[in-house]
C-alpha cells in the first residue's frame, strides 16, 4: 500500500513539473486605482516573466493613443528587466493613462506574442467619477472684467534713443581701449624676454650623442634603451636637418627616403647597420656584444659628421678676377 500512494505521488509531482515546464511565460497587469476623478491619472503595471532565451513581442500601445475610447494614454515607461534564477527574466513596464468622460471602462487584456502562442493578462475595469460643481459656487465665482492697470513706471521708457547710443559707443571705445592697452603692454613684455637661441641640428645631434655615450647605459645591462635612444636620436637629426617626417616613418621608410638625397645617399649604409641593430635588440630581444654597442656609435657619430651642412664658399671679389685677367 505504501508503495502504491508513493507512486501516486511521484507521478503527481512529475505532471505538475510538465506542467510548469509547458508554460514558462506568467504576465500579469494591475492597476494602482480602478476609480478616478475625471482627469485623474493612474499607473498600469505590466509584468512578463520567461525564460531568458525567449524573444517575445510585448503589447503594442500608442503613446499618445487610447486603450479604449475614452481612456488615453499619457505615458508609456522603457522596459525594466530584472534577472531571476533559473534563467529567468522578468520585464516590467508602467502605462500611465486618464480619463475626461465619466462611466464605467472595460479594458482588455494585454497581449504577448511568442511565435504562434499568445499570452494574455486579465481584463481591467477603470470607473470615472464626475466631479460636481454646485450652481452657487459656480454664480459665485463669475467675475467680472478687470478695470484697466497702469503699467510701471520705467525710467529707460523716457531716455532718448540718442543718448542709449550715445552711451553705447562710449562703452565700446572703452573696451576696445582697455584690449589695446592691454595687448601693448604683453607685447612689449614678449619683446624684452630674451629669445633663446636655437642650437644647430648636428650640433644637437653631437651633444646628445656624447651624452648616451656617458650615460652607460649598455654597460648597465640597458641595451634596449640604449638603442632606443640612439635611434631618436638620429630620428630628430635627419627631421631638423633634412626637413623628413623621421619620427612617424618606420626604419625602411627612413633609409628609402635618404636614399634619393644625395647628401645621404653614400653614408646611408651607416643608418642602415644602426636601424637594423636596433630593431633586433627592440623587437627580437637580442643581446648584442660590446663590441657592438660600440661600433653603432662610432657609426652614429660618422653619419652625422658626413651629413653636416658645409659653410657656403664666399663670393669671389670681381676686382681681383678681373686683375687675374689682365
Known amino acids: 500500500m505504501r ?4 507512486i ?51 503589447p503594442q ?22 534577472r531571476l534564477n533559473n534563467n529567468r527574466l522578468q520585464i516590467k513596464q508602467e502605462v500611465l493613462v486618464t480619463s475626461f468622460d465619466s462611466g464605467l471602462y472595460y479594458i482588455p487584456p494585454f497581449k504577448y506574442v511568442f511565435d504562434e502562442d499568445t499570452f494574455a493578462t486579465e481584463s481591467l475595469s477603470l470607473k470615472i467619477v464626475p466631479v460636481d ?58 619683446e624684452e624676454i630674451p629669445v633663446a637661441k636655437r642650437i644647430p641640428p648636428y650640433e644637437l645631434a653631437m651633444q646628445e650623442l656624447q651624452q648616451l655615450r656617458e650615460s652607460k647605459l649598455w654597460q648597465q645591462g640597458q641595451e634596449k634603451q640604449y638603442y632606443t635612444r640612439l ?12 626637413g623628413i617626417n623621421a619620427m612617424e616613418m618606420t626604419s625602411s621608410q627612413i633609409l628609402a627616403a635618404l636614399q634619393r638625397n644625395k647628401d645621404t645617399k653614400e653614408v646611408n649604409k651607416y643608418l642602415n ?23 653603432v656609435m662610432r657609426q652614429a657619430f660618422d653619419f652625422v659628421e658626413l651629413t653636416r651642412p658645409q659653410p657656403e664658399p664666399a663670393p669671389a671679389d670681381d676686382s681681383v678676377a678681373k686683375g687675374d685677367n689682365k
Do not use: C
Not at 25 to 33: I, Q, R
Not at 74 to 80: A, E, G, I, K
Not at 154 to 173: K, M, N, Q, R, Y
Not at 231 to 242: A, C
Open 3 to 6: 508503495n502504491v500512494i508513493l
Open 8 to 58: 501516486i505521488v511521484t507521478l503527481a509531482l512529475s505532471a505538475f513539473s510538465t506542467v510548469r515546464a509547458q508554460q514558462p511565460v506568467v504576465v500579469e497587469a494591475v492597476m494602482d486605482s480602478s476609480v478616478l476623478w475625471m482627469g485623474e491619472q493612474t499607473l498600469i503595471h505590466l509584468s512578463l516573466t520567461q525564460d531568458d532565451d525567449m524573444q517575445i513581442l510585448p
Open 61 to 82: 500601445i500608442d503613446v499618445p493613443g487610447e486603450l479604449v475610447k475614452g481612456v488615453e494614454v499619457v505615458d508609456l515607461t522603457q522596459p525594466d528587466t530584472t
Open 133 to 190: 460643481v454646485p450652481d452657487e459656487a459656480t454664480a459665485a465665482d463669475v467675475k467680472d472684467i478687470k478695470d484697466v492697470v497702469a503699467p510701471p513706471f520705467v525710467l529707460w521708457d523716457f531716455v532718448p534713443v540718442w543718448l542709449l547710443v550715445l552711451i553705447g559707443v562710449i562703452a565700446l571705445l572703452a573696451v576696445a581701449a582697455f584690449f589695446a592697452i592691454k595687448y601693448l603692454k604683453n607685447r612689449k613684455v614678449e
Open 231 to 242: 635611434v631618436d636620436i638620429l630620428r630628430e637629426y635627419i627631421d631638423n636637418r633634412f
Open 273 to 295: 647597420e644602426i636601424l637594423s641593430m636596433a630593431d633586433f635588440v627592440k623587437f627580437a630581444k637580442m643581446r648584442p656584444l660590446p663590441d657592438d654597442n660600440e661600433r
